[in-house]
């Protein structure tokens, strides 16, 4: 079975600082990761998604995040925070059927002026 | 291109009583899949249609079901409603049943409280 789990259900960051929230999984398969933002109020966004190729991915509003298998982590990264980036942001694994993603319980980012 | 539109956007219910929610999934999308969201939570796999079929399925009981209509569009449908039931439910859809390549585009989500 997959799982996810994200380090911190709350992270906050000064604006202008770096963004850094932590995703691990469980996957007996290779895996396929994702993240997603959610605004209040909102459906999910994709940020990025690492299916194959290469480990560093690019996202939108510049986030990045590198996929690597031997600490079975996917943790996401921004160099310098904006007070838009406030929002809920969830990691998520699936196969290569992709029939069901397996979500993590989410991290909070607060962006302190 | 339109995304994905939900609807309604909020319901209330008692419980016991049976609810019904409407998804419209992106043009060009045949893959729809559902998931609660509990207050706090991540969401959680509901199931998926495929081409108007049941291609994979959560851990949810019988009474939550769905549909998907020729058009792409889906409904999921909950009977004998509990308190539990109270979340956020997200409509997502992806292309050519192969999410784990594309990734869900994902609704705004229908708030159903159960009272």
């Known amino acids: 079975a997959q799982s996810v789990t994200q380090l911190g259900s709350h992270v906050s960051v000064s604006e202008g600082a770096l963004v850094l929230l932590r995703c691990n999984y469980s996957s007996s398969v290779p895996p396929y990761l994702f993240w997603y933002v959610q605004y209040p109020n909102q459906g999910l966004q994709l940020l990025l998604k690492?299916?194959?190729?290469?480990?560093l991915v690019k996202g939108i509003n510049g986030f990045e995040a590198e996929f690597k298998k031997s600490e079975t982590s996917f943790h996401l990264t921004k160099p310098s925070a904006h007070m838009s980036d406030a929002a809920e942001y969830f990691c998520a694994v699936t196969d290569n059927y992709g029939q069901n993603f397996v979500f993590g319980p989410g991290t909070r980012l607060s962006v302190l002026p | 291109e339109t995304g994905v539109t939900q609807s309604p956007t909020h319901l209330i219910k008692t419980r016991g009583q049976q609810v019904t929610l409407r998804c419209s999934s992106q043009?060009?999308?045949?893959?729809v899949s559902w998931y609660q969201q509990a207050l706090g939570q991540g969401p959680q796999f509901i199931f998926q249609y495929y081409r108007e079929e049941e291609n994979g399925r959560g851990n949810f009981p019988p009474r939550f079901s769905g549909l998907q209509f020729p058009n792409y569009s889906s409904e999921l449908n909950v009977n004998a409603l509990e308190l539990d039931d109270s979340a956020l439910y997200l409509c997502a859809s992806s292309p050519k049943g192969d999410s784990s390549i594309y990734g869900y585009t994902f609704g705004s989500g229908t708030r159903l409280t159960v009272v």
């Open positions: 043009s060009g999308h045949n893959t």
């Open positions: 690492y299916t194959t190729g290469a480990t």
